[in-house]
Nanobody, 124 residues
Framework: QLQASGGGLVQAGGSLRLSCAAS????????MGWFRQAPGKEREFVAT????????YYGDSVKGRFTISRDNAKNTVYLQMNSLKPEDTAVYYC???????????????????WGQGTLVTVSS
C-alpha cells in the first residue's frame, strides 16, 4: 500500500513537501514516482527516483523547482515542491514501479501500485 500525505492550500511562490509511506512490499527495491492530475486533464508525470536514490528525473514543468527523494529505511518517498505556481494545482499520486528492472520510470504504464492521491491547491 502507498499512503500519500502533505497536500494542502498554499499561495503562489510557497512550498510544500509531500510524503508517500509504503508498506506491504519491498518498495526499496523499486523505482518510485510522483504523478499529478488536474481537473479535466490527463495524469502527468512529475518525478521519478531509482531504488537507491542515485538517479532522478523530472517533468519539464517542474524541473528546478521540485525535488524527489527517498528514505528506504523508512519506506518513504518525498516530493519537495518549491516556487509553486497556480498551474501546479492537482491531485498528486505516488506510485511504485512494476519491475525492479526499471531504473527510473516516467510512464504510468510502468507502475502497478498507486497511492490514493493528495490534493495540492496553489492560489494566485
Amino acid at each position: 500500500q502507498l499512503q500519500a500525505s502533505g497536500g494542502g492550500l498554499v499561495q503562489a511562490g510557497g512550498s510544500l513537501r509531500l510524503s508517500c509511506a509504503a508498506s506491504g512490499r519491498p518498495f526499496s527495491m523499486y523505482a518510485m514516482g510522483w504523478f499529478r492530475q488536474a481537473p479535466g486533464k490527463e495524469r502527468e508525470f512529475v518525478a521519478t527516483i531509482s531504488w537507491r536514490g542515485g538517479q532522478t528525473y523530472y517533468g519539464d514543468s517542474v524541473k528546478g523547482r521540485f525535488t524527489i527523494s527517498r528514505d528506504n529505511a523508512k519506506n518513504t518517498v518525498y516530493l519537495q515542491m518549491n516556487s509553486l505556481k497556480p498551474e501546479d494545482t492537482a491531485v498528486y499520486y505516488c506510485a511504485c514501479a512494476s519491475r525492479t528492472s526499471y531504473t527510473i520510470a516516467t510512464m504510468t504504464e510502468q507502475y502497478n501500485y498507486w497511492g490514493q492521491g493528495t490534493l495540492v491547491t496553489v492560489s494566485s
